[in-house]
């Protein structure tokens, strides 16, 4: 940790900097128990289980771009259908979309990507 007046090395418990008496600001410690929290509210997020039906609507309505993927938790099949769409190749994008979500709808596809079950819940 620095000094933010002189610049000067501090020791991670001064409160005072050595060299020119500026008091310490404890930012570092606010920072990283504010990322802490951030990251604690990502898990909770993940964590919870997905609903069938939101799902199943995303794929239907938005699929072509791949949200219902990126809902569920599969990142890269939400990028190929978004680069499908991007490329002018929206058309079969949206043909795979409509057959994912038949599946959905169906219980073919009946986890997210941490293996959670979805469910009809809201």
């Not at 008496?21 to 504010?34: C, D, L, M, P, S």
């Not at 929206?90 to 709808?105: K, M």
Request: aromatic residues 14%.
């Amino acid at each position: 940790m620095y000094c933010t007046n002189c610049g000067f090395h501090l020791n991670d418990g001064d409160d005072f900097c050595s060299n020119c008496g500026q008091r310490v600001n404890h930012r570092t410690n606010y920072n990283k128990e504010y990322t802490n929290d951030i990251q604690q509210t990502y898990d909770n997020f993940m964590e919870k289980p997905k609903n069938r039906i939101i799902a199943g609507l995303l794929a239907v309505f938005l699929g072509s771009l791949g949200i219902h993927d990126f809902y569920l938790g599969y990142s890269k099949r939400g990028v190929i259908h978004l680069m499908m769409f991007v490329f002018f190749l929206g058309w079969i994008s949206q043909i795979w979309a409509l057959i994912e979500a038949l599946n959905i709808f169906t219980g073919r596809i009946d986890t997210d990507s941490n293996g959670l079950p979805l469910t009809d819940n809201f």
